[in-house]
């Protein structure tokens, strides 16, 4: 027998209510948010295996006897080198065959790579080992952007998008947790290797959903199954040529520039300035880490989806008040004579220093057509990462050696005070683009090829 039609006491088929509404005012049901949950799960791997390195830092150094330089290159731009330019293949891939599978294979790749990196005795194999940690991590985050936004409505991807960013937090603080009690107790080769483990079950697991159609919650209706999508050449050319778009990448950039500068030298600073030690590290640090970038993934995107459709300048107008508050928090974090003190600042900048993530992430996958969503995410990440992730750990370590001579006990606090001309940099940027997407007449998708499927 056929089971009746859910229905309200006057009768009214709620089932049939529920589907003839727009798309965009659709509530995203147990499907939706089991998607949600499994890419999240895998981006916390992603960050876990990527944090490592920043969390056993000095562990590591006092192993392999090598310099704050040398191990911001290996967290920096020898990482970012594979990461940020092996995701425009992966993204020309994945936006032609099924983005699940090739997530799912990046998955693999990158835990594989982990597990080497607890195997290496010295310097050189452990960068070899962190570039194929970036060259799997490459195929991570775009494939699941695109993925999320062709999932979850439009009036609802902020917070769908803040739920995913809450990846780099529970990762970073997992990592603390773990690695940390891990190498306290036995050695950091070992927390390598149990986090490349984790991760292959975790590629067995992303392999059974779904990749959902192509432009599925666009009002217009997904793109036909035989559509071609644009080559990477035109989805670059239509990148770069945007001023939205290239705003937000570089704005985003020297955010981050901040946030991977400080976050790889973090517990350096804490442990060898500040007098912490691994099993303090293991819980009070991460405990900061895991509520103040929460904190901010959900509040960015809930701001995000409240006030974009008032006015179009929140993207960028959120991020900028955000950095703005931060910076007298993060000049006390770093002056602080104490580590309890110190922790206590640093959960503002903590939480506001990743405000600019789930809005600007939203601005891009909102301004490109469907079929452009991965190349347009690994493009804005490219440019995003090769700058914060690949120079700023980079630019941290050489000043940390540049000051050692003249200040032997301190010189990574005086390195990391000179990371605040980059929140001006940041603040200016953001307020650039506000002041664009407030004269703009439209900043949503180019028009969508005319050909289109039929929602099924």
């Known amino acids: 027998m056929t089971a009746a039609p859910l229905t309200s006491t006057d009768g009214l088929d709620l089932q049939a209510v529920e589907t003839a509404k727009p798309i965009e005012h659709r509530r995203p049901g147990v499907r939706e948010w089991t998607v949600l949950l499994v890419l999240l799960a895998v981006y916390i791997l992603n960050f876990l295996d990527r944090s490592l390195l920043a969390i056993l830092a000095k562990p590591i150094q006092d192993s392999l006897h090598i310099s704050d330089t040398q191990l911001g290159l290996i967290g920096g731009l020898y990482f970012a080198a594979f990461y940020c330019f092996i995701a425009i293949p992966v993204g020309w891939i994945a936006d032609r065959f099924n983005r699940v599978r090739v997530l799912s294979m990046a998955c693999a790749v990158w835990s594989v790579a ?15 080992a962190r570039m194929l940690v970036g060259f799997g991590e490459a195929g991570g985050v775009p494939p699941s952007y695109a993925i999320i936004v062709d999932t979850f409505p439009p009036r609802r991807r902020g917070l769908a998008l803040g739920v995913y960013n809450l990846g780099p937090g529970i990762g970073a603080a997992i990592g603390v947790a773990f690695g940390a009690s891990i190498a306290a107790a036995f050695d950091w080769h070992h927390a390598f290797i149990g986090i490349g483990g984790a991760g292959l079950l975790m590629a067995a697991v992303v392999f059974l959903i779904r990749d959902p159609e192509r432009g599925a919650t666009d009002p217009a209706g997904p793109l036909a199954a035989d559509q071609a999508g644009p080559g990477f050449l035109a989805t670059a050319a239509t990148f770069f040529s945007q001023p939205v778009l290239l705003l937000a990448s570089l704005a985003s950039s020297a955010a981050n520039f901040i946030t991977y500068g400080l976050g790889n030298f973090a517990t350096l600073f804490l442990m060898r300035e500040k ?125 940390s050696d540049h000051f050692r001579a003249a200040h032997p006990t301190n010189s990574l606090q005086i390195a990391l005070y000179t990371l605040c001309a980059f929140y001006i940099v940041a603040i200016l940027l953001f307020v650039w683009l506000a002041q664009i997407l407030r004269r703009s007449s439209h900043f949503c998708q180019p028009a969508a090829p005319a050909t289109r499927g039929r929602r099924r």
């Open 275 to 399: 007098g912490m030690t691994l099993r303090e590290v293991a819980v009070w640090y991460a405990l900061v880490v895991v509520v103040g970038m929460s904190v901010s993934m959900i509040l960015s995107g809930r701001l995000t989806d409240r006030y974009v459709h008032r006015f179009r300048e929140a993207y960028a107008i959120v991020p900028a008040v955000a950095l703005t508050l931060a910076i007298p928090f993060y000049l006390g974090f770093v002056w602080a004579p104490t580590w309890p003190l110190a922790l206590g600042l640093l959960l503002v900048p903590m939480s506001l220093n990743f405000f600019y993530l789930s809005p600007s992430v939203a601005l891009v996958q909102e301004v490109v057509r469907p079929d452009q969503r991965v190349m347009a995410g690994a493009l804005f990440l490219l440019v995003m990462n090769f700058i914060g992730l690949g120079l700023g750990p980079t630019y941290v370590g050489a000043m």
């Open 114 to 128: 982990t597990t080497c990196c607890g195997l290496a005795t010295s310097y050189p194999q452990l960068v070899a």
